[in-house]
């Protein structure tokens, strides 16, 4: 009996695991990157990223020399953003984020990525 309530309670874990892991929608480790890798001030920077969540609203933000800018880009059921335009209008390094918010009343970041703008 012991052995079937140990088998129990160790199904019951691996479930409510599976379960949370669903729940989150996303796969382990997010990233993002730009196309170019690299660019001039006023050149269009296209901003990509994967291994995002499928069941939560995304945003996009962007910091740069002259402050932070954001956009929504909404649920992508695929876990990617693709091509979110970016024009960078000052020389130094662009920082992009993909947050999500987090509750209770919390964003996390989910990617994170650099350019360097010249």
Same mark, same amino acid.
């Given at each position: 009996?012991?052995?079937?309530?140990?088998?129990?309670?160790? %199904?019951?874990?691996?479930?409510?695991?599976?379960?949370?892991?669903?729940? @989150?929608?996303?796969?382990?480790? #997010?990233?993002?990157? @730009?196309? !170019?890798?690299?660019? &001039?001030?006023?050149?269009?920077?296209? *901003?990509?990223?994967? #291994?995002?969540?499928?069941?939560?609203?995304? &945003?996009?933000?962007? =910091?740069?020399?002259?402050?932070?800018?954001?956009?929504?880009?909404?649920?992508?059921?695929?876990?990617?953003?693709?091509?979110?335009?970016?024009?960078?209008?000052?020389?130094?390094?662009? %920082? *992009?984020?993909? =947050?999500?918010? $987090?509750? !209770? &009343? &919390?964003?996390?970041?989910?990617?994170?990525?650099?350019? $360097?703008?010249?």
């Amino acid at each position: 009996m012991r052995f079937f309530v140990t088998m129990i309670g160790a %199904t019951l874990t691996i479930a409510i695991a599976f379960g949370v892991a669903q729940a @989150t929608g996303r796969s382990p480790d #997010g990233r993002c990157w @730009t196309q !170019p890798g690299a660019a &001039n001030v006023g050149q269009t920077v296209e *901003i990509w990223a994967d #291994g995002l969540p499928t069941r939560t609203a995304l &945003n996009v933000f962007v =910091t740069d020399p002259h402050g932070t800018y954001g956009w929504p880009v909404g649920m992508q059921s695929s876990g990617t953003i693709e091509a979110v335009w970016y024009v960078p209008d000052d020389a130094g390094t662009s %920082t *992009i984020r993909i =947050t999500g918010p $987090e509750r !209770p &009343n &919390n964003v996390k970041v989910y990617a994170t990525c650099s350019m $360097e703008v010249s």
